[in-house]
């Protein structure tokens, strides 16, 4: 092929790309999927502060859930999302949750200080992002759970669940929510509902909490005492199993009944024979023996 002709191809094809450029334009069809979606709409930011422990973490934790749609892009597309940088990532990727499909995103640091961004490929229109943050291992807590969207948000939701066996639970939201109404959910948690109408890209909402709880001792703890237990306890029977400590226990007792045998018994200090109470001279060397 000439060089000539290679440049009426690239010429002819750069015009049938202008051209149907235009034409969509005009015809207000849309164009190809952008590499990030223009806003969020229906999120809901559900907060649960010492829920579960599927990681292992053993220390008091909260659990943050992130699940909503996308607008103005059609997936596969990029998504991105602020954490705190002590978050522990569970999972993130695409939903919706019943049909939810995840794993370990992208994480860097982010221009805001103590966040990092996390990002992803989306590929639905749904995403779910899951994160743990440790919270006060003390029985009183105290401390916030803040949430900064990277995109405007039409519609957010947000649950603040009350732990089990928690008292004097207290929620101070930020922002002033919409709409706020408390309800009881089926596993029998109570649970704050905050409604907001539009959020804006790096407009935070946060959420104070405060409350008592008894933090039982760690699984971990428990298993090492136990271990500890059994070790101490075979190491004491295998003492006591062996031959010479059982030779040396045998050999102290018996001392110890000759001995309770020998009291009030005479001997001759001479000769050393054995002597009886009314013997007063030494039957062997005939020594006379001092009265008792």
């Known amino acids: 092929m000439t060089t000539n002709r290679k440049r009426r191809l690239l010429f002819m094809a750069g015009l049938l790309v202008a051209t149907l450029a235009t034409f ?10 952008a590499d990030e979606p223009s806003r969020f709409k229906n999120v809901l930011l559900s907060v ?3 829920y579960d422990d599927l990681l292992g973490l053993g220390y008091p934790n909260v659990l943050v859930m992130l699940d909503g749609q996308i607008e103005g892009a059609n ?37 805001i200080d103590g966040w990092d961004e996390i990002s992803y490929e989306l590929k ?5 992002v899951e994160y743990y943050v440790a919270i006060p291992a003390s029985p009183d807590k105290d401390f916030s759970v803040e949430f900064i969207p990277l995109f405007d948000i039409d519609g957010l939701v947000a649950l603040v669940q009350e732990p089990h066996r928690a008292a004097d639970f207290k929620v101070v939201t930020q922002s002033q929510p919409v709409r706020q109404q408390p309800f009881t959910d089926a596993e029998g948690f ?10 804006k890209s790096r407009q935070s ?12 001792t760690p699984l971990i703890v428990i298993l090492v005492a136990v271990v500890a237990g059994l070790i101490l306890v ?3 029977y295998r003492v006591l199993r062996r031959p010479s400590f059982r030779r040396q226990n045998r050999n102290r007792t018996s001392s110890q009944r000759l001995t309770r045998k020998s009291v009030g018994a005479r001997f001759c200090p001479r000769c050393g024979a054995r002597l009886d109470k009314s013997e007063r001279f030494c039957p062997q060397c005939g020594v ?3 009265e008792q």
């Open 190 to 199: 109570n649970i704050q509902r905050y409604s907001f109408d539009t959020l």
């Open 24 to 33: 969509f334009s005009a015809s207000g069809m849309p164009a190809l999927a």
């Open 48 to 50: 649960y502060p010492e």
């Open 75 to 111: 997936p596969p597309v990029a998504v991105r999302f602020l954490v705190p940088k002590s978050a522990v990532m569970y999972s993130a990727g695409s939903g919706p949750r019943e049909k939810y499909v995840g794993g370990p995103p992208n994480r860097k640091a982010s221009d």
């Open 234 to 236: 075979t190491v004491l």
């Open 205 to 216: 909402v946060s959420f104070h909490i405060s409350y008592t709880k008894n933090n039982p």
């Open 288 to 290: 006379k023996q001092r």
């Open 124 to 128: 639905t229109d749904s995403f779910v």
